[in-house]
Structure formats: C-alpha cells, structure tokens
C-alpha cells in the first residue's frame, strides 16, 4: 500500500468510508460554533461516509450518562456519529472530562442508542 501522502484522494475517502467516523465539538465552543461544524459536515462528499443522505436524515437524540443526566445530543447513522457535548468549549476533555471519556467508550464499543 503507498504512503498516504501518495494515495489519491477517492482511495483515502473509501478508507473512511469503512470506518466509524465521530466528530464532536462542545456546545460552548466560540472556535467552531455547533451549527458551523454540522453544515461543514453536510458539505463533505458522500463518499465520506456510507451516504450523506442518511447522515442529513439521522435523528437528533438525547445522550445521557449512566446516571440518567443529559450531557449531549447524538446525531448517528450508519458508521457515522455527531456530538455535541454540553458545558464543553473548544477543549471538551479539559472542560467536561467525564463526558468525553463517556463518548469515547460509546463510540468504540460502537453504541447506537446514547440515551441509557
């Protein structure tokens, strides 16, 4: 396989495209605001994920903790995942640890439903 650097740009994107994908950023973020983010995503190709289409139609849910508190929303499709963490900036390990050590074991244990 060529170094990525050589790797044409359809040949990195179907690299994603069989990976789960998370992108999360912190509602309080004043660097890259909530809405900024998502619109970026939707203006990603669709082979970036396993269709774009479905990434516009995924369903909003509540993400909760252990303990039943919202700390987020979830936006999941397929191998993709949007979270927007609450009481979280630009540094969301720094300002809400619990919450991103709660979306990293969800995300690699490949958790669909966030709101238990």
């Known amino acids: 396989r060529p ?58 849910q509540i993400w909760r903790d252990k303990d039943g508190n919202v700390i987020g929303t979830l936006k999941q499709r397929d191998n993709f995942y949007f979270a927007v963490v609450y009481k979280a900036g630009h540094l969301v390990p720094g300002d809400s640890e619990k919450s991103a050590r709660d979306m990293i074991r969800r995300f690699i244990n490949g958790d669909k439903d966030w709101t238990q």
């Not at 990525?4 to 992108?23: C, E, G, N, P």
């Not at 509602?27 to 990434?55: A, K, M």
């Open 3 to 60: 170094p990525r650097s050589t790797q044409s740009r359809s040949s990195a994107a179907s690299d994603v495209y069989k990976r789960q994908v998370l992108i999360y950023v912190g509602q309080d973020d004043v660097n890259v605001g909530t809405i900024g983010c998502w619109e970026w995503i939707l203006q990603l190709p669709n082979s970036y994920f396993s269709n774009n289409r479905h990434v516009r139609q995924a369903q909003k």
